[in-house]
């Protein structure tokens, strides 16, 4: 299980300078044993303890272990529990770097057993630290329940023994772990209330540090404007209290955040936003390197992030003027995990110049063998797999194929030996990408196969590996499956597993959802619950269609009823090109006169996606579609792909669904389910921050026809339309169907996925917390969740995974949402048609069909009748 301790480092060195500041204090009873026993002078164990202290700071973890074992016989030779339960807790951090799980266990298991043996003033407080450090390890190996549970026994002595500090820190590390568990609410709860304790203490040190932390949890689960805000709130107290350290600290992660800020950004095509975001982290990160001479290592990697900056957004020249100054001081470092990860860092970036043509590409190898070097001499063996892989990856750029191929194997053996599968992956991802290029495709997919699967074995991690993965998915996690997939799928060429190549495709790009909703809501809580090939054979009528962009074609993968095997269409048309054509709809469907166009581009992807197995289609008497749509495709509804030879609309033809994955939803029908439904709305024009959304003149009607179709009804609308009465209407009452009439948004930005109620914008996981409060498996399961007045965002390619987060997280079996707002009157009309429909008995997806066909047959313009998608049971 991957190591996590990157993310919890702030809290592992407190513990560790806590039970070193506990060791000193607790000197007067160590004393009084020596008076009695004979041992090691007493000054010589401190100046162990705290040499090892020096060392694992220094990232010298190999050094520090000797130290400590050593510290940990003479406590015991001295009969000192307290102090031997401190050494053995500190042990148990050093073999965590390290990797070295089992021995972190024994060391930890030791020192907790000796403290519940002790009664003394000082033990409660050493217990919760050393408690503090084995939920560190839990975490570390996936038990993420037990290492929350762990944290709460800390939490209870730290509050008895009114340490606000570590109370604090605990409490941070319990929100992250319910955030990994999907327990939203009650990780916001949990950083709501430290940040209350926060704002009610006096300014001081501990205070600044206290709220840089709670900044950094914040940036990492994907708040970042909270993050942004904290942070400020740290550094103005830093500044008050006139502590350089904290300020510079606290500017490197304001730094930190805005680019996170702008990697959102860039999503969403704002490019505006992602200039100025680059600025403001240039101006933090420049900040922070001129005022962190008391802390030389925040100035350097200050300025290793402003390197990267200066790098990706192409501004050679201004970079170049740093590398004197980062490799002076990187020259100067002593011999550290520290130093190696700060050679690798500035190495990546002069790489990345190199590529351009800017810069030494001698400089950039030596640079990482010298990290490898440094690494060996540690004996840090995670460390030195990720030196050598990045050497590895720099010789596959230049060509030198055969060196880069040993060097990543070298990697791959130093990363399995510690269970890195974070690293693992990446380098079993390089060894495909190198014997792809030796023209070795069946052992190039075994090894792309070997990465996904370790991706798979990282679900319960990934998201809270780095902050560089989350919020660079595309680049260092999409790639490995879409590639796999296009290798399983190179037929004539590729031997590897062949007979089962369509079914492993299929799967893998299921798990690419599955992993892009993980890195969308930051935590990974979606469970597979289905046999997809099961439930095609139980619908006879129903097909499910999988189409898969790569980089020069469109994969059409379908599973037809009736038959033993899937089967794959393929069409030759460039990524680029088809994702064109799919933005020029985005953008021309929410415009009523823009139908000729919207006609034009939409019978072309009818060509590409339809064609190919259309006669499979007719042959199989399909009345029903099922897509599990890929990349951009999710922002248009298929409803509109038109058929030219028939001059008919693929709604006029099928029944049409969309699933985020077959293996996210369990598809039930709607079997003799009594209507009742919460509607609620905002009609009423409404300014919630800074955002002015018109007034929906329509929403009464619409909420009236609905109440005509469902008889029991409970309505909030405008005033009443609060979170507050939605809670409770929700906790109180099983409805079987919620339907929200208000604006709302869809975005790949988390924070910018929401629905308008009457005083403030609900967001997603807020949104999520409310509809899932009933809890799934009881009486009273939400079977319909409609959202009538959303749309997606503009600019957004990816906007639509807001809409199947929504979707797949809101514990309702179906939603039926718009992909923009269209005309008021007309989404009146159609909401009272669908109820209508529901009530006589077809599935959800006859009754959207129906409804949609009675809306084209008065208005033929799509922007009246297409914005509507139903996703999840379909039946």
Known sequence: MTVLLCAFLPYFFDSFNYLIAAFAKSRVGFDSVLATTPALNPTQTSSLVQQSQALYEAGQFVEGVQLLKKAVAEFKATNDSLNEAIALSNLSLAYQQLGKWQEAAEAITQSIKLLQTLKDANSSQILAQALDVRGGLELAQGQTEVALSTWQSAAEIYQRLDDISALIRDRVNQAQAMQALGNYLQADKTLTSVREILKNQPDSPVKATGLYNLGNVWRSLGYLNDSYKILEESYSVAIRVKDAIAQSNALLSLGNTVRAQMYAQRSLGNSSSVKDNTQTAIQYYQQAAQIASAKPTVRLQAQLNLLRLRVEQEEFNTAKALLPQIQSQIDSLPPSRTAVNYRINFAQSLSKMTQNSVGPKKDVAKMLAQAVQVAKSLKDERTESYALGTLGGLYEQSGQLADAKSLTQQALVKAESVDA???????????????????????????????????????????????????????????????????????????????????????????????????????????????????????????????????????????LPGQDA????????????????????????????????????????????????????????????????????????????????????????????????????????????????????????????????????????????????????????????????????????????????????????????????????????????????????????????????????????????????????????????????????????????????????????????????????????????APYVLIGNWL
């Not at 599968?421 to 792809?436: C, E, K, S, T, V």
């Not at 609309?649 to 389910?673: C, F, R, T, W």
Request: charged share 25%; net charge neutral.
């Open 421 to 559: 599968q974070d690293i693992a992956y990446q380098w079993h991802w390089q060894m495909g990408r190198i014997l792809q290029k030796q023209s070795n495709i069946p052992a190039a997919t075994a090894a792309y196969n070997q990465a996904y699967n370790a991706l798979k074995s990282l679900r319960n991690d990934l998201v809270a590996i780095n902050p560089d993965v989350q919020f660079s998915f595309r680049e260092s996690v999409e790639p490995v499956y879409r590639q796999y997939v296009d290798l399983l799928l190179q037929l004539p060429e590729n031997t590897f597993q062949k007979s089962d190549n369509l079914i492993q495709a299929r799967q893998v790009i299921e798990s690419l959802q599955l992993a892009e909703l993980d890195n969308f809501f930051r935590s990974p809580c979606l469970l597979p619950r289905i046999d997809l090939d099961k439930l095609v054979e139980n619908e006879k009528s129903t097909v499910v269609i999988y189409p898969i962009i790569l980089d020069n074609r469109l994969e059409i993968i379908t599973r």
């Open 566 to 865: 899937i089967s794959r269409q393929t069409t030759k048309v460039l990524k680029n090109v088809l994702e064109n054509v799919v933005e020029r709809l985005q953008k021309d469907l929410p415009i009523a006169s823009r139908e000729p166009d919207v006609k034009q581009h939409s019978q072309q992807l009818y060509d590409w996606l339809i064609k190919p197995i259309e006669s499979d289609l007719v042959n199989a008497d399909i009345t029903s579609l099922v897509f599990v749509l890929d990349g951009s495709l999710r922002n248009i509804p298929m409803a509109i792909l038109y058929d030219k030879k028939q001059q008919k609309y693929l709604i006029e033809k099928y029944a049409i669904s969309l699933m985020p994955g077959l293996q996210l939803l369990d598809p039930k029908p709607l079997h003799n389910v009594r209507l009742n439904a919460l509607i609620a709305g905002v009609e009423q024009e409404r300014l919630i921050e800074g955002k002015l959304f018109p007034e929906l003149s329509n929403v009464t009607q619409e909420l009236k026809l609905v109440q005509s179709e469902v008889k029991s009804t409970k309505e909030l609308l405008n005033q009443e339309f609060t979170k507050a009465n939605l809670q409770k209407q929700i906790q109180s009452t099983s409805f079987s169907v919620v339907h929200l009439a208000t604006h709302g948004q869809f975005s790949s930005d988390i924070e910018e996925t929401y629905i308008l109620i009457w005083d403030k914008l609900l967001r997603v996981r807020e949104l999520d917390n409310l509809l899932r409060a009933r809890g799934e498996n009881r009486r009273g399961t939400i079977e319909l969740l409609v959202l009538s007045a959303c749309k997606t965002a503009t600019g957004d390619k990816r906007a639509a995974l807001g809409l199947a987060g929504v979707a797949v997280r809101a514990g309702a079996r179906s939603t039926l949402a718009t992909l923009w707002t269209a005309d008021d009157e007309s989404t009146s009309d159609f909401m009272g048609e669908l109820y209508q429909q529901l009530d006589t008995g077809v599935t959800k997806a006859q009754a959207l069909q129906r409804a949609q066909l009675a809306i084209l047959a008065k208005e033929n313009r799509p922007y009246f009748w």
